[in-house]
């Protein structure tokens, strides 16, 4: 069995009808006509405001014509359980409390899972989906609802191999209005799509076969100094842990 | 408790820090009892190892007494003496399973940063950078050791702390470095580098059936430890060519394996060891492969190029040409140690070895940032360090 990737066109059918978009030009446009504008606005005269007038015309141009990003991600892990085991660690939001890290999930009454990707500066990357179609130990394939970031997927459990257990395969494709610049913005607040889905699949893994996320936060260490403090942002050993984790953390 | 900290190249520092504790339930807690330094360190010190941050503690040879365990430890109690193997391990993972230890899926928290530079990523290692986890090192009072029901090797009554300190690394590397050689009967090694690793893959060599070994190094104390060990020796300093010599000592046909028990850090006083030197320390290589090149030459036709020196990153004019035409077996790892650590305390308890032999120093947690150097630059006719983290006064 194939896994399916290709998830149609329907991210991109909705703007066939808006002028083609070419994002390199459109950025040259906002760079430029912002660059224009501020400099226009320095001089502090009327010359000046015709072209900071100008400038901003021009970046507003730009910006109006920066397409939506269309992005896919494509993950695929194999973990020494039966698929059915698996089916039922991901489809229960319970269960992801023990592993996840940079997604919250609150289960809604309508069944509807509104997430979280990413917070901070007063300002939070939301989702929500719903799951459209399923198959109890085979796949579960969900798609975002109507005004949440757009994006949709499917994840199978497959048969590995031997006595391997299972292919986990995630693959998802994620649509960015104002493209490139929103893609920036989100990654400030995320890691990005990509490393978000790899890093809680290999985090489901280690649940699912060591019973634990293997850890170092809360370990002895000695002066770390600022460019030790640097280096742990930098490798990505400040990001909070798991709530289980923090939980087990606090009762001790 | 008191902790040897890395804080840059060839800077380190005893420091005081904050006692470990449980942080997930398959860990434990051990009250270190001894301790030492491995060759390997030597590549943290020189700053060659990617990733390290100032404030890791070093350190993956330890053992010691456990005094705490997670909920889900059931093999361990408070009170038993325990080494521990410098890699961790699940026990769940497919690699795991295999008995491929140190390349357990589920024990590096930081595999993402392993998988830029390696593709996929090994096991989790104590006290050796934060690609490969982390994790806080055993040159120190206290240690916390996860994946506790799966690493620490329990030891009985009547065996003394330095007779069984070394299977923490070195015994089983030494040991896993002979077993990668295939050695059949009739069978001459010929091993690079007389340092501790080294030293137990003699022995370990002759304990699988080697016919001879040869070893090669050029300080005096190693090649004599070496023909305590039943090697015939050669002082590279003082042989025109190493490859034929090893031709002229097997009757032309060449070692059947080649061991490389030195690494990264190889030293020539040669044009490619020039070159290689030059190279690292501009950073624009990692390693410095001279061993590697010899031992590819040297070994007979169909032969076994045995790796446990470690290596980190890109190599520089391997002679694959030779290699491949001379269609030779490539035996590499990090050691799978739980694989080796029972087997190996059998053979200790059985009197066939006491791996004490390699001990030539002992000191304090105080002393160890002198011992790196002291280790590295071979004075004192040093081989091995081992460190007693509770000592006051000067041991002997």
């Known amino acids: ?17 808006k002028k083609p978009n070419n994002t390199k030009t459109a950025a040259a446009a906002v760079v430029t006509g912002g660059g224009l504008a501020a400099f226009g606005l320095s001089r502090r005269s009327w010359a000046g405001l015709g072209l900071a007038a100008g400038g901003a015309y021009l970046a507003y141009h730009g910006i109006t014509r920066i397409g939506p990003y269309i992005g896919k991600v494509r993950v695929s892990y194999t973990i020494h359980r039966s698929p059915e085991e698996l089916y039922n660690l991901v489809r229960n939001p319970q269960t992801w409390s023990e592993f996840a890290q940079g997604i919250e999930t609150n289960r809604k009454e309508d069944g509807e899972l509104a997430l979280v990707l990413g917070q901070g500066l007063g300002f939070k990357l939301t989702s929500g989906i719903r799951i459209t179609d399923e198959q109890p ?3 579960i394939a969900w798609s975002s609802v109507p005004g949440a970031l757009e994006h949709r997927g499917v994840v199978h459990f ?37 490393p978000l889905v790899r890093e809680n699949l290999r985090r489901l893994k280690q649940f ?19 460019r030790g403090s640097a280096l742990r942002i930098l490798y990505r050993e400040t990001k909070a842990q798991p709530p289980q984790q923090q939980a087990r953390m606090a009762g001790d | 408790m008191k902790a040897l900290c890395y804080q840059g190249k060839e800077k380190l520092r005893v420091e005081t820090v904050d006692d470990p504790k449980i942080l997930n339930p398959r860990d434990a807690i051990v009250r270190i009892t001894r301790s030492a330094i491995c060759g390997s360190d030597l590549h943290i010190y020189d700053g060659y190892i990617p990733t390290m941050e100032p404030g890791d503690i070093l350190g993956h040879e330890f053992m010691g007494e456990v005094v705490e365990v997670g909920s889900k430890v059931e093999n361990l109690k408070a009170g038993d003496r325990v080494v521990v193997p410098f890699t961790i391990a699940c026990g769940n993972c497919f690699y795991c399973k295999q008995q491929l230890w140190s390349l357990c899926d589920n024990s590096n928290p930081n595999a993402w940063i392993a998988e830029k530079m390696y593709g996929y990523s090994p096991s989790g290692l104590f006290g050796y950078s934060h690609m490969l986890g982390g994790y806080a090192g055993g040159q120190a009072q206290y240690a916390r050791v996860p994946f506790a029901d799966v690493g620490p090797l329990k030891i009985p009554e009547g065996l003394s702390d330095d007779q069984v300190l070394f299977l923490s690394d070195i015994f089983p590397t ?22 501790p690793v080294g030293q137990f893959a003699i022995r370990s060599a002759y304990l699988l059936g080697a016919e001879k070994v040869i070893a090669i190094d050029r300080f005096p104390e190693r090649l004599n430890l070496a023909r305590q060990g039943n090697a015939d020796v050669i002082n590279y300093e003082e ?35 020039w070159y290689d030197t030059a190279k690292q320390s501009m950073r624009l290589s990692f390693d410095r492969p001279l061993v590697l090149r010899q031992a590819i030459q040297a070994c007979r036709k169909g032969g076994v190029v045995s790796i446990p020196g470690v290596y980190g990153g890109f190599l520089d004019k391997i002679p694959f040409g030779a ?45 160890i940032p002198n011992a790196y150097k002291m280790f590295r630059d071979k004075q004192a006719h040093c081989i091995k360090v081992v460190i007693d983290p509770w000592a006051e006064q000067a041991a002997a």
């Not at chain 1, 896994?3 to 059918?13: A, E, K």
């Open chain 1, 1 to 17: 069995m194939t896994i399916t990737t290709d998830l149609g066109t329907d991210l991109s059918r909705g703007d066939a009808n």
């Open chain 1, 137 to 139: 130990g085979s796949y």
């Open chain 1, 158 to 194: 497959k048969p590995a191999p031997g006595d391997r257990g299972t292919e986990l395969s995630v693959a998802l494709e994620y649509k960015i209005p104002a493209g490139t610049f929103t893609q920036a913005l989100g990654m400030l607040y995320g890691q990005g799509p990509e």
């Open chain 1, 208 to 226: 699912a076969e060591a019973g634990e996320i293997p850890t170092t936060t809360g370990q002895p260490t000695g002066t770390r100094g600022v």
């Open chain 2, 174 to 195: 030494g040991y896993m470095a002979a077993e990668n050689c295939e050695i059949k009967p009739g069978d001459v090694i010929a091993i690079w580098g007389c340092g």
């Open chain 2, 239 to 273: 042989v025109d060519d190493v490859i034929e010599e090893l031709k002229w000592m097997t009757g032309g046909r060449g070692p059947d394996a080649c061991i490389d028990a030195v690494g990264l850090e190889a030293h020539s006083n040669t044009i490619p060891g």
């Open chain 2, 323 to 367: 290699a491949m035409n001379k269609a030779l077996s490539f035996r590499t790892g990090q050691t799978h140690m739980m694989r080796y650590m029972q087997p190996l305390l059998q053979r200790i308890e059985n009197g066939e070895i006491d791996p004490s032999f390699v001990i030539t120093h002992r000191i304090r947690m105080e002393d």
